[in-house]
């Protein structure tokens, strides 16, 4: 089993509230989203099956006296910028409190150490200044099975084989400076930015926002407007369904508090 590694880019991070800051939720794959991908296996696109991590969460789960997720958490996969075996690195900076696969895909939960690199990690991705979260494993089962000699090729139109990865056993993950898929985030925003933003909404309607920006459901325009339609005059794609308005029937000060998040991850990206 040949070992792989995949990098997902972070939009924003949450930090758990109620606590010192040091729970962090991730994802570190999503899913049935074709991603182009050059590696040894060739030039093509890969799609993660909603079930492919089912068995390896299964066998790396707490069971009976263990009560410890066996997967490491690592910066850059313990290696340094270049991609040697950095010794600093290779010393884990959290450890897993939940791993599970969702409508999205795969998410951590992780409860980083009170160590020196552990704290650097933390306060570059609060700051925005990493931007990836990764996992490495191997991959068990795909389709196609394996690839042609010589890697995966487009064909004469330019086409990209489409590959589906349909069973991955996950070794370690963690947060890297190298993005490769578009499509993950790192979830919600940091807490002393979330109180700001959620101003005086109810119990109810902070849990309803969070977890808007938890699964980045697509969602539409507020007070029953119309969504917008498609960008005009070739504009670029104006970002993700996870920052649509709330749908009709939030109330005012959700779509505000919205509004708010939308406009603040905008300020974060053009950093």
Known sequence: MEAFTRSFPLEDIRVRAGGDGRTVEAYAAVFDTPTEIHDQDGHYNEVIDRRAFDRTLNQLAPAGSRT????????NHGRTLFGTPSERGAMPIGAPVEIKADSRG????????????????????REGSISAQSF????????????????YRPDASGKLRTVRRQEIALREYGPTPFPAY??????????????????DLSTDEREQ????????????SPQGE???????????????AAEDPPADGHSARLAVAWANVRADIKARRAQ
């Open 226 to 240: 119309s969504p917008a339609g498609p960008p005009a005059n070739g504009d670029p794609d104006p970002g993700p």
């Open 106 to 125: 795969l998410l951590t939960v992780t409860r980083y150490n009170k160590t020196e690199l552990a704290d650097e990690v933390l306060e570059n991705i």
């Open 136 to 151: 490495s494993g191997g991959f068990l089962r795909s389709d196609p099975v394996r690839a042609p000699r010589g890697g």
């Open 182 to 199: 578009p499509d993950a985030a790192v979830v919600g925003v940091r807490a002393e930015q979330f109180a700001r933003l959620l101003g």
């Open 209 to 220: 926002l969070v977890e808007m920006l938890r699964t980045g459901t697509p969602l539409d």
């Open 68 to 75: 410890t997720w066996r997967v490491g958490v690592l910066y």
